[in-house]
């Protein structure tokens, strides 16, 4: 018992000093680009995406985001939940017209250099489905949503 006791701090141990290291080695363009975008966020906690990209997760104006940078300090992306008293009048609209029979699970507005995107979960009869709608009310994406993604979403 004291050999597994043992096993399990020490692999509580590796995991805070990961996610320690992970929140400290963040390039400094990265933090400035941030800071720079965002000067009044505030708890921010930070995780490597991938190989080239950091996320970090804020509160700001009492609402919590994720932003998305390249390691060199690029944003690339803003996630947040929104109400859908908040979305605009045509997304309301084609939610009304054309998922008026889907409850939402989550919706949250996605903002890119691009453009923006109002994205939502939604639910039919047991099926959960993936939307992306634009400002001006046109779906530009409709999926069942795999199991394998409600799992990954549930990690």
Known sequence: MKKLTFLFAGVVLIFAQACA????NVPAKVKAAFYQKF???KKAKWDKENATEWEVEFKLNGKEYSAN????GVWKETEHEISKSKLPDAVKTTL??????YDIDESEVSETPKEV??????????KD???AILPNGKVIKKEAKKENDEENDND
């Open 21 to 24: 290291q992970t929140s400290t």
């Open 39 to 41: 000067p009044n966020a």
């Open 69 to 72: 940078f390249t390691s060199v």
């Open 96 to 101: 009304n017209n054309e998922f008026k029979d």
């Open 117 to 126: 995107v109002y994205e939502f979960a939604l639910e039919n009869d047991g």
């Open 129 to 131: 489905f993936e939307v």
